[in-house]
């Protein structure tokens, strides 16, 4: 059996301790850099194209699990214990607390369809943050979700796929988000956000060359070496405007190589690295986040080197001072990720624990001291449209606090160590013991993806045999001491394809996915705690926040949006939106087009009747989009019929007469090309009317109850209640 256990939460270039530090713990490891960096009033020569011409800054930011709604009604949610944010969105613009994630929802897959628009079969990474493919041994080989833009798929063993990380539905490199703002003459600067700065340690030598000072460095392997490099150029990069002299050679800016980008994409430099950018865009080094501390990676040994900290030391104070700065210094659009504030040293914290409580505290003072700083560089609301969310919701596994009345704010709350963490089950061993000896590979998981040695096809009975056994697991939990179901839903090939989780590169798909109850986490090859007998366990301190499954609490999260066309409409919780309506929604704003047809749609919901030129009744339009969303996105009314009914139709037959499965799977895929289909019509559409990429949208500025969207709303309601049937047994 090919058992693997890689449960990568975030990313890791390499383990390494991170932190901020004091300027004077730092003077012996680093010789003094000189900055260079002046602050511009204005970026010259960005051409954004918004309605009045008012917004000159874009400032997108990524939480990593940071919740708006309450995981114990007691205890204030994260953001409503960050009211400097908070009152900011909710004052100023919309909050959509019913946005929602696609599927898997992981970090890596939540980012890259926030910045493609577009589900993870179309940028090819619905299973993350790390994901399996077949090699030519049949067997399935672990690889890397977070890599940069244009590199191929590896995987840890070496095994190289030939083929990009990220494919379009036609194999190839999906268009990079940055190129729409340099085009348009924009600078556009990311901090830790996945996939679009330099990922690890061997990008340094595919971007300055072989035999480059730079790749003489990071081939020093030891954990200082890799500290240095990590601190010196991963997670930090600014995509230039043509000509743009902050990326020019004599700053160390080299070609920002996308040889498969639409139109080409040549005569664009990009600096990649702390190393490079801080100089450009800090008046001061060492670089200081925004509580005057050192940023810096630190070694296992305790070296502290100035630079990037690592993923996992993107903090509040650290990212939001990366932004301010490039903000300030030439670089107008901004994306950038923040870390959790439910962990201590990766150690999950319960809802209101005194250290969870001062990691929120230390969030909503960096973004006091952000958005005061933004204000006196005439930053703001009124001419920046700032985007924020978060990639996911959790899971708290754990018991309830040991002292119930406690609000975490006045009364801080306690847990019994012991009880929070996740439950861990053995899945490889509790298949053995029910006589499944068929090899397969697991990418460990609350939803655990399953891949059958050798490929085989979803009717294959070795495939069969293994989904009724998975589907039939009963555990206890040692939470709460109740025996029941391991699986919550299933997905198999046919209903995967349905939660668009089915990519170009057919070597990628699981024979099946397991969405657990959402205790509980799928291994193989062993448990993170315990004896080698156990099979079911609670493993104190190890991922007590659990996300990636499918369940409303984790697959809804929230979008909050302020700047110029942007409605005040406080918190909504009636707009049904995903993570592709961001990327839509944002172009559409600031006036600029991708190269490409998004998932997504513009949310006409919550802008302004004037922010964005609408070709057609906009009413019908925005109805239109509504029921869009429930046909098409993963989580939609759609894909939660098409998981019903596969796990009830692969808990169906057996080796002798599978013909109820037989006739499921038949069924959703016709369902599925229609669901395509009228999708398709539907998302052509609404891009025409809010983008004039067509010179008829199909509807008309004075009807209402236009022809096209009128049959296009029949039709996709058919198809749902079609779905509906299906899941019910009809």
């Known amino acids: 059996m090919n058992s693997v256990r890689t449960r990568l939460r975030r990313r890791l270039v390499r383990v390494v301790a991170v932190a901020v530090l004091p300027a004077a713990s730092l003077a012996f490891c680093s010789a003094p ?81 926030t910045l493609t628009g577009v589900y993870p079969d179309r940028h090819g990474q619905p299973v993350s943050n790390t994901f399996m493919f077949y090699g030519g041994d049949g067997i399935a080989h672990t690889a890397l979700s977070f890599a940069y833009w244009t590199d191929l798929a590896q995987a840890f063993d070496g095994t190289a796929e030939g083929k990009y990380n990220l494919v379009d539905a036609q194999g190839n490199n999906p268009p990079a988000p940055w190129v729409p703002y340099t085009r348009a003459g924009c600078n556009f600067g990311a901090v830790g956000t996945a996939n679009i700065e330099l990922e690890r340690i061997a990008n340094v030598a595919t971007v300055y060359g072989p035999g480059s000072p730079e790749a003489i460095q990071a081939a020093d392997t030891s954990d200082n070496g890799q500290a240095k490099t990590t601190a010196d150029f991963i997670g930090v990069a600014v995509h230039c405007a043509k000509d743009a002299s902050l990326c020019a050679a004599a700053n160390r800016g080299v070609a920002d190589a996308l040889p498969a980008e639409p139109g080409g994409y040549t005569g664009f430099n990009g600096l990649f690295g702390h190393k490079y950018v801080a100089p450009k865009i800090s008046a001061s080094l060492p670089m200081r986040d925004l509580d005057g501390n050192v940023i810096a990676n630190v070694a296992p040994d305790g070296t502290p080197y100035p630079g990037f900290p690592g993923f996992n030391g993107t903090s509040a104070a650290v990212s939001l001072a990366y932004v301010a700065a490039m903000q300030e210094h030439g670089v107008p659009i901004t994306t950038a990720y923040i870390s959790a504030v439910h962990e201590k040293a990766d150690t999950g914290l319960g809802p209101g624990d005194p250290v969870y409580e001062q990691n929120l505290r230390a969030y909503d003072e960096a973004f006091g001291k952000f958005f005061a700083r933004l204000a006196s560089d005439g930053i703001n609301k009124s001419n920046t449209l700032f985007v924020v969310t978060a990639d996911e919701n959790d899971h708290f596994v754990g018991v309830s606090p040991s002292n119930p009345g406690c609000n975490g704010v006045v009364v801080t709350c306690t847990y019994d160590p012991t009880k929070l963490g996740s439950v861990e089950v053995a899945v490889d061993t509790l298949l053995q013991q029910q006589g499944i000896t068929t090899g397969f590979g697991l990418k460990g998981d609350s939803a655990p993806d399953y891949y059958v040695d050798g490929n085989p096809g979803p009717n294959d009975p070795k495939v069969r045999q293994m989904e009724r056994a998975v589907v039939n697991l009963m555990v206890k939990n040692p939470l709460t001491g109740k025996t029941e179901r391991l699986t919550d839903l299933m997905a198999d090939r046919t209903a995967l394809r349905a939660l668009h989780m089915v990519t170009s590169d057919p070597l990628r798909t699981p024979s099946f996915t397991q969405f657990n109850e959402p205790d509980y986490e799928g291994v193989a090859g062993g448990l993170d705690c315990g004896t080698p007998s156990d099979t079911v366990i609670q493993c104190p301190g190890v991922e007590t926040w659990h996300h990636g499954d499918i369940q409303p609490q984790i697959t809804t999260t929230w979008l909050g949006l302020v700047g110029p066309g942007v409605s005040h409409l406080g918190v909504n919780d009636q707009v049904w939106s995903d993570h592709t309506d961001t990327r839509p929604t944002t172009l559409a704003l600031v006036g600029l087009r991708d190269d490409y047809r998004r998932d997504g749609r513009v949310l006409l919901d919550i802008l302004e009747r004037d922010a964005v030129k609408v070709r057609g009744n906009r009413e019908a339009l925005i109805e239109l989009g509504h029921v869009y969303k429930q046909l098409d996105a993963a989580v939609g ?71 096209s969207v009128s049959r296009l709303i029949r039709e996709a309601r058919s198809i749902l209640a079609r779905a509906t049937n299906l899941a019910s047994g009809d």
């Open 33 to 113: 850099l000189t900055a260079q960096a002046s602050r511009p009033a204005e970026p010259s020569g960005c051409q954004l194209n918004s309605a009045g011409g008012t917004i000159k800054h874009v400032i997108q930011l990524q939480f990593d699990n940071v919740h708006f709604r309450r995981d114990n009604p007691n205890v204030p949610s994260d953001i409503e214990q960050m009211p400097n944010l908070y009152n900011f969105l909710l004052g100023n613009g919309t909050v959509l607390n019913n946005h929602h994630t696609p599927l898997i929802s992981h970090t890596g897959t939540d980012i890259l369809t």
């Open 637 to 707: 009314a759609f894909g939660m019929s098409a998981a019903k009914a596969a796990t009830a139709a692969v808990d169906s037959g057996s080796a002798a007469d599978d013909s109820r499965y037989q006739t499921f799977a038949s069924r959703l895929t016709a369902l599925t090309n229609d669901r395509d289909t009228v999708a398709l019509q539907i998302s052509r559409l609404l891009e025409s009317a809010t983008s004039g990429r067509n010179e008829d949208a199909g509807v008309r500025a004075q009807r209402r109850d236009d022809g």
